[in-house]
């Protein structure tokens, strides 16, 4: 049971169900709050967090075994994956909503699958792509809704949230080399202060200045807004970068990531008020099916093998 706790398998999956909390956390914090200053503050908030965490480890900022490529990547890393890419998830999530914002990440493991093949000349098994294609029915069978009002607005939303789980994938597997062989703690907070940098860009802008004030500035709103920050960028953050550590393949990481799009929906249902529908029940159905196929799909086809044969 020990060692069950020390897989990427078990990081991936308890990522997902944090996340999926943070989402609903984000979902009542975003109205009024643009999406550059919403992520300029939760990734202040886990900066800081990550930051003392270091300093009550006695962990190093300046690692001696750390050289300037792995800087240089983690940097470019949170630039993408985390100032862009979760810019535009919160724009896609004020627009969607929890529920219907979750069609959005059936495109999540895909991208990863893809950018692991072309970037870390990953292999595609059978077992991974079958999963892959039952998470995104799931998907789509539990939130398109034809009938919904505001079309325009929802293909904005679903066009930010394409946008952003693409370049969420780029920018993990681009790390997944350096995050091997480095502290997850180091790694986790340089990849935050990047995405940080590249968010100070838009503190020249007049409109996003003061939308960002507005959004530091003490109010009711933190009630949400700082747990959601931590739970959603702190401890998700730091089991979505375990999970890519230590499992074998990032294209398995990412598609059990996937698997916080079911608890996504059922959290939604009961505090978003979001109704679950018999195609939700058969979204989840085939979403776990995915994630029991992806983590023991190759297990259980050699148990079925040696069945017949004896």
């Known amino acids: 049971m020990a060692a069950l706790f020390q897989t990427g398998e078990f990081y991936a999956l308890a990522c997902a169900l944090v996340w999926a909390i943070a989402v609903v956390l984000f979902r009542k ?3 009024g709050t643009g999406p550059i200053a919403l992520n300029l503050f939760k990734n202040s908030v886990a900066a800081l967090a990550y930051l003392l965490t270091m300093v009550l480890l006695g962990l190093p900022f300046f690692p001696a075994e750390a050289i ?7 940097f470019l890393s949170g630039a993408i994956g985390i100032g862009i890419a979760d810019s535009l998830f919160f724009a896609s ?6 529920g219907r914002q979750a069609i959005v990440d059936c495109a999540y493991s895909p991208c990863v699958l893809l950018c692991a093949w072309i970037y870390l000349d990953e292999t595609i098994s059978i077992f991974l792509l079958v999963a892959i294609v039952l998470m995104v029915l799931a998907i789509l069978i539990g939130t398109y809704d034809p009938r919904a009002p505001a079309r325009r607005e929802l293909w904005k939303g679903v066009c930010f949230g394409l946008a952003a789980v693409s370049l969420m994938a780029l920018g993990i597997v681009i790390a997944k080399p350096v995050l091997e062989t480095s502290e997850v703690w180091w790694a986790t907070t340089v990849r935050l202060l990047g995405g940080q ?10 409109r996003q200045r003061a939308d960002i004030k507005r959004c530091f500035r003490p109010s009711r709103s933190w009630k949400l807004l700082v747990p959601a920050s931590l739970v959603g960028t702190y401890l998700a953050l730091l089991l979505w970068i375990l999970s890519y550590k230590y499992t074998e393949k990032a294209t398995l990481a990412g598609l059990l990531n996937q698997s916080s799009t079911i608890f996504i929906l059922i959290l939604a249902a009961l505090f978003l008020k979001e109704p679950i529908t018999r195609r939700t029940l058969a979204a989840i159905t085939l979403g776990l099916a995915g994630v029991v196929l992806a983590t023991a799909g190759p297990e259980l086809w050699e148990m079925l093998v040696a069945g017949g044969r004896g």
């Not at 999530?93 to 929890?98: D, I, K, N, V």
């Not at 940098?197 to 007049?206: D, E, H, K, M, R």
């Open 68 to 74: 300037g490529s792995d800087w240089a990547v983690l």
């Open 197 to 206: 940098c590249f968010l100070a860009l838009f503190v020249i802008s007049p």
């Open 29 to 31: 914090s975003v109205a």
């Open 93 to 98: 999530l004020h627009r969607l909503g929890a």
